[in-house]
Structure formats: C-alpha cells, structure tokens
C-alpha cells in the first residue's frame, strides 16, 4: 500500500450562497521515499491539497488514507498527533519562532511530542547537524540569514523523524543561489529514504525533480503526470537561470 | 504540552515585553496591595476591639444597671432598696451560675495626695473579686482582702501609673507601706497593680517607650504641650485605678451622702461574672429571679452584658470588610480586564506563532494552557509585587494608626488575597486562551 493515497478528494468553500470547489475529484497514490512536485498557478487548488496532505484540513469527501491512518474524518487532535510525528512543514517564509534560539525552534515539535529534555536536545543537535548550522546554535532566527533561516526550518522539520516532509515554495524568499543550497538538501533527504513533497509555482524547480504533478482548477491536469525518468540527474546542481525563484 | 514549558514560555514573553507587562499587572498590584491592606486594618482594628474587651472583663462579665420600673410598678418603685451589700449577698447565696459578684461603690474627682503631691481620680470602694473580675493583676504586695472588708481597714490598692503620678521623680519607685491621703484620710497602700496595654502598644513599646512613660518624661523635663490622656480609654482607666475595701468607702464617704443627709447603701456598680458562657441567659434568668426577691418585685434593674458590644464589634468589621473587599475586589476585577484586553493584543500579535506551533503538532489544548498560563504567570508575578507593595503601605500604617489597632497582616488574608491575583490572572486568559486555541491553523499560518 503506498504511503499516501487519496480518492475522489473534493474541497468546497462556502463563499456567500457559492459553492467553490477548490479540489474537485482528486485521485492520486505517493510511494513512501518519492521526491515530487505539485505545480500550478496559483488559484490551481495546489495549496488546497497540501493542507490536506499535511492535516491541516479535512476534505469535504473522499477518502484520505496516510501511513495506514484514514484522517478524512480525523478530529483535530488526531490531526495535530499526526502533524505532529509523521508530517514535516517547510514554509516560505521559515515561520520560525524569533525569540527562541535556533536550538529551542528545533526542539519545539518534541515538545508537544513529550520527548524528554534531555533526549530532546539530543535529536535536535543531530537535525542541526544535518544542515550544518551547528555553528549558529545559540543564535536566534533574527541573527540568521534567508537559508540558514530555511535550514533551521528544515531541522524542525525533520527532527520527529517524519514520514513526509511538506515544502511550501520553499525557495520563494531566498536569493536563486541559497535556493538551489536548499533544494539540494531536499534532495538529500529524499535519497535518505524520505518521502518530499514540494508545493511550487516555479516550473525550473519542479522541472528537475523525478515526479511532478500539475494542477489546474482543481484538478490533476492529465497526461501531464508523466514520471520524469529516472535517470535524470539529481545531482550535481544546476547553475541558476534566468527568472528563477521569480 | 510540559507545564513547565509552558511556564517558561509566558515568563519568556512576559519578559519580552517588561514595560507592557507592567502597566497590565498594575491593576493586579493595585487590588492586592488594596485587598491585603484592608485585611490588615479591620482585623489590627478588630484585634484591638477584642483586647479591649478582654481587658475590661470580657463577655462573661455582665452588669446589673439602674432602669425605670416598668409602668405599672411606677408608683411603689420606693419600696424597692435598689442595688445593695444584700443583692450582692443574696447572688452570692443563691445563684450558683454566677461565680463571681463585685460590688463597687465609686467616688469620682477625688483629692488623692502625698505630701504636697495632689492629683484627682476617681476612688472605688470595692470587695477582693474586683480583682478577678476586671481581670487586674498584682504587680507589688497584694489586693484588699475580704478581711480588710469586714474589718473596714483603711488600706488602698493602686494602679500602676497612680504611683508615677504621685511619685513623678521616681517613676519605677514601688510605693508599698506609703501612705496616702484620699480626701484628707490617710490610706496605706498595700498593693500596686500591674501596667496594662494592648498587644500593638507592648509591640510599640518593644521599640521605643510606652505612652505614659513618655508622659511622665515631658512632664518632668518642663514641657506642658502634651495630649490629654483619653479618660475613656480603657487601659487609661486600668491604670489610673485606685482601690479601698467598700466597707471602708461606706464608713469615710457615704453614711451622710443620702439624699436627706441619710446614709447611702446604694451601690454605684453591681458587675458578676457568668460561669459558663453557654448558660449566659440562664444565668441571666437566675440573677433576674434572685434579685426581683431582694427589689421586691420592683423591676427597677436591667442587665448590660458585653454581648452586645461583642456583636457589635463583629458586625463593624464585616461591615468594613465586605465594603473594603468590594472596592479591592472592583480593582483586581479592572486589573483582571486590562489582562483579558492585552492577552487579546498579544495574541492577534502571535497569530503567526500559534499557526506554526498548530502546523508543527500543537494541539488546540497546548495552546490554550499556553495562553491561560502565561496569564496566570501575570497574576502571580502582580501578586507577589502587589504583597511587597502591600507590606510596605502597612509599614507606613502602622506608623500613623492609633497603638490599639494597628494593622495586623494575617498568613490567610496573604493567601487570600494572593490566590485572588493567581485566580483573576488565570479567569481572565480563558476567553484569549479559547480564542487563540480555536483559531484556523491554515488561516493563522496566512496571517499577516
């Protein structure tokens, strides 16, 4: 059984006496360790499946089934004990807390975890390692720049040992030279074993990961969900081009 | 969510934002400090009430008084002797639930002198039970005895400041054996009582020097501006008291003090302490039934009991503690709104923060005790500065107040009024708490 699956996923907003369907019949399975992309223009219902993807939501229908758990139905505090241990965030604009220190930020998802103190600091020296800011420790967001911010983010992202990790164009406030930095990583921990899902407008980013799906009013736009091949390079980086990041 | 951490985290944005911090605790410091220094007035007041009653008897002690005879009865009111030696002996004989019977015949504005020293006082004549029932003590020598009654021996008993008085250049000298002229006779003194004081004034005394003595120290260095010395005072009285048998007071000053140049038997005072303050109306009966014999079915006496006075010190200090909670209740109320208010400032400030915290695996539950606890923090962080403000407006209190009531901070009106800050904090984050909890996390992570 894939680790995501979702059928027949329909989202409709209640504007006024309207009805907008912002997800309208969206079948779709992920494998757990793919690296992929969710690409459209904006209004396309992309962020609409992200937050359901990241339990943020609930779909009107349809059947979410993730890691074995059906969270269509969830209630809110299995939403967040979801969110919490198998879903990592990665935003665009970090959402990092700026009065804590890069170590405390790191820590906080263990806290709503439970995870002892000393256990805590522990995990999240390793997550810090992993993007290499041990350096920066003690230093608070406000201290850092763009990707070292990202890198943080990154951090508290994975440090629950999630099963998915969830990036919101996650280069989208980074200069096209820190983005690919942190594209990268993303790469990284998807050849680790992760499963990485990037939510992005930017067809340069989406167009080099190994699976890309294209929104459009809602809908999976067809025939263009072609797997890229397997044999495109991950690695090494592309240089940086024109309009990247725009 | 750790509780601690959650601790650490209010304190942390408390901390954040020190100046803001302040004026929102302000009201709660305001209340406590306001709260705790009304309980420290009424209960130093009602400290001072209840000692003063205990000093002059105590609610056992009751007084048979003078009262019109009731109508009907007006017109054979002569037959009755009014209060006499034989109510006193006939309550001694025949009302087993009073244990104690003083009378007292009293003489005011009396020439009282030693050498050429005179002062002028008030003179009881009285019986050795005075003693216990006005709840005196011997400091030197002993009080008058039933002996000097019946032997109607010319002996006084004084209190403790008659000596300084008639004594001033010695003022701890010990007068026993001296002897006194009280109207031109002369008296020996056999005993000196002790000093009395209220707690609060021994307190005072502790530090510096009692009343009295600094009384008798300006008057001694020449300096006349000085305040007259309250004569209702009860401690006053105590200590200005002076004793003779009430055979004596008879023999001296009443055989041709009646209105037609009689001999006066009347008693000015007939006080009687109650056995067992649960049978205070029965005994009240017995005395009742016992002296309508001796009045001759004249209903010319009434009863004056403490109780009264015991009520109504009572009913004064709630009273004063329900209308002092009030107003210290409204300003922890205001404190607790101006809470509420910034709590909704600081989160509409954080609802960035609290979509993360939603997004990284916060609960709507870990949320809501953040926010409750970092008010509740406010509360007690107000508490404690409102206690320390507190105790220095009562240092300065009782400094002002009158001896007898100065302010007494109890242990539980601390912990009430500090709970109430804890509490005002706490109630008023629930409603900032509830809204930052049920936030959209989706539109929190949108905000701003």
Redesign the interface.
């Known amino acids: 059984m894939a680790l995501v699956e979702l059928h027949d996923i329909r989202k409709t907003y209640r504007v006024g006496d309207q009805e907008i369907a912002a997800l309208d019949g969206i079948t779709l399975s992920i494998e757990a360790g793919e690296f992929l992309a969710i690409i459209g223009p904006s209004g396309s219902g992309k962020s609409t499946l992200m937050h359901l993807l990241g339990c943020l939501d609930t779909p009107t229908s349809g059947s979410l089934v993730i890691d074995g758990v059906d969270v269509s139905r969830a209630s809110n505090n299995e939403l967040a004990a979801m969110r919490n241990s198998k879903i990592g965030f990665v935003f665009q604009s970090f959402n990092l807390l700026p009065k804590f220190d890069v170590l405390r930020n790191v820590e906080l998802p263990m806290v709503y975890a439970g995870v002892p103190g000393k256990v805590r600091r522990e995990r999240a020296m390793a997550a810090i390692e992993r993007v290499d800011l041990m350096h920066r420790i003690h230093n608070t967001p406000l201290q850092l720049s763009g990707g070292q911010c990202q890198r943080v983010a990154i951090a508290r992202a994975i440090v629950n040992n999630p099963k998915i990790v969830f990036a919101d164009e996650p280069t989208g406030n980074l200069d096209s030279h820190t983005g690919e930095a942190i594209l990268a990583l993303f790469r990284e921990l998807a050849a680790s074993g992760r499963t990485v899902v990037i939510v992005t407008h930017d067809n340069n980013i989406a167009a080099r990961l190994p699976r890309r799906i294209e929104m459009r009013d809602g809908r999976i736009r067809v025939g263009v969900e072609a797997a890229v091949s397997d044999t495109t390079p991950l690695l090494p980086i592309m240089p940086p081009r024109e309009g990247a990041g725009a | 969510?750790?509780i601690w951490?959650a601790l650490l985290i209010g304190l942390?944005?408390i901390l954040?934002h020190k100046f803001r911090s302040f004026l929102t605790m302000l009201g709660i410091i305001l209340g406590v400090a306001s709260l705790l220094s009304m309980f420290a007035l009424t209960e130093g007041t009602a400290q001072g009430m209840r000692q003063t009653l205990a000093a002059s008897g105590g609610v056992e002690r009751a007084e048979v008084n003078n009262k019109d005879p009731s109508e009907e009865l007006q017109d054979l009111a002569f037959l009755s002797p009014g209060r006499t030696m034989i109510d006193v002996e006939a309550l001694r004989k025949g009302a087993p639930l009073v244990d104690l019977v003083s009378p007292e015949m009293d003489m005011g504005n009396v020439a009282i002198s030693h050498l050429n020293k005179t002062i002028r006082l008030q003179v009881d004549g009285a019986c050795p039970e005075f003693l216990e029932i006005g709840k005196f003590e011997v400091a030197a020598g002993r009080m008058i005895s039933q002996s000097d009654v019946d032997r109607v021996t010319r002996v006084v008993v004084i209190g403790s400041d008659v000596a300084g008085e008639l004594w001033p250049e010695s003022p701890d000298y010990v007068p026993l054996g001296e002897v006194i002229r009280i109207n031109g006779i002369p008296y020996q003194i056999v005993g000196v009582l002790g000093f009395s004081e209220s707690d609060s004034a021994k307190r005072k005394r502790a530090a510096g020097v009692s009343a009295s003595q600094d009384e008798r120290r300006a008057r001694r260095m020449g300096k006349t501006k000085k305040k007259p010395a309250n004569r209702y005072d009860t401690y006053w009285q105590k200590n200005h008291v002076i004793v003779i048998p009430i055979s004596t007071m008879f023999n001296d000053f009443r055989t041709g003090s009646g209105a037609d140049g009689s001999a006066n038997f009347k008693l000015d005072r007939l006080s009687f302490r109650v056995a067992d303050l649960t049978l205070f109306e029965e005994t009240l009966n017995q005395v009742r039934a016992v002296l309508d014999r001796t009045h001759r079915g004249i209903d010319d006496f009434g009863f004056d009991t403490r109780e009264e006075w015991f009520d109504n010190i009572e009913a004064s200090i709630r009273a004063t503690r329900t209308s002092g909670s009030l107003i210290a209740g409204i300003s922890l109320l205001v404190g607790g709104i101006g809470i509420t208010n910034i709590m909704l400032a600081s989160i509409t400030e954080r609802i960035?923060?609290i979509?993360?915290?939603?997004?990284?695996?916060?609960?709507?539950?870990?949320i809501f005790i953040q926010i409750v606890v970092e008010s509740g923090v406010i509360g007690f962080i107000g508490g404690i500065m409102g206690l320390l403000a507190a105790a220095g407006v009562l240092q300065l209190l009782v400094q002002l107040s009158p001896a007898e009531n100065a302010p007494v901070m109890t242990l539980s009106a601390v912990a009430i009024s500090f709970s109430f800050a804890v509490g005002i904090g706490v109630l008023s984050g629930l409603y900032p708490a509830w809204k930052a909890s049920t936030l959209d996390?989706?539109e929190a992570?949108r905000y701003g």
Request: a positive charge; zero cysteines; charged letters at 40%.
């Open positions: 969510m750790n951490f942390k944005e954040a960035r923060e979509g993360v915290r939603r997004a990284i695996g916060a609960r709507q539950r870990d996390p989706i992570l």
